[in-house]
């Protein structure tokens, strides 16, 4: 079992290497470069290889939502569920990793692989962990009707 899930892990590796053609683990990849800041990137793009694993084991479409099981093997005896609402592009996923870390978790990478979406959803991407973070925090405070306690000390001498 474990030979397979290194040389899994080694077709991924060179599955994000190929030079034939552009792989959407390329394309997820340069859109959470461009959206996540350095650290959470650093810890989300491991999660990029270990998707090439899952599989999809079924999928089933409603009215509001589509709902992917996966798994990382046929035979698995653990399975998620990845529920995607379509009008909003929002997705559920039953580890609830979103919830907790604020991170999207390996399953959801694995569905935004499996309907070949290229750029990470903004719902999946919090304002906290973006780029652009500290520039709505200096805004915020610009606009806001308070000071910090160090300004004052500062104006005060």
């Keep these: 079992m474990r030979c397979i899930s290194l040389r899994r892990s080694g077709k991924a590796h060179y ?13 997820l990849e ?22 090439c694993t ?37 997705f559920k996923c039953s580890c609830l990793r979103m919830e907790s870390l604020g991170i999207p978790c390996d399953y959801i990478v694995a569905v935004l692989i499996h309907v070949e979406l290229s750029d990470i959803p903004n719902n999946l991407v919090l304002d906290r962990w973006s780029k652009n973070a500290r520039s709505k925090v200096r805004a915020f405070v610009e606009k806001a009707l308070f000071c910090w306690d160090s300004t004052i000390t500062l104006d005060a001498e």
């Design 15 to 27: 599955d994000m290497l190929s030079v034939v053609g552009d792989s959407p683990l390329h394309d």
């Design 30 to 51: 340069m859109s959470a470069s461009n959206k996540l800041t350095k650290e959470i990137f650093f810890i989300f793009s491991p999660m990029l290889f270990r998707t």
């Design 54 to 90: 899952l599989k999809v084991q079924t999928h089933t479409s409603s009215q509001t939502c589509d709902i992917y099981t996966l798994s990382w093997s046929v035979n698995a005896r653990k399975e998620w569920q990845v529920c995607r609402y379509c009008d909003s592009n929002i």
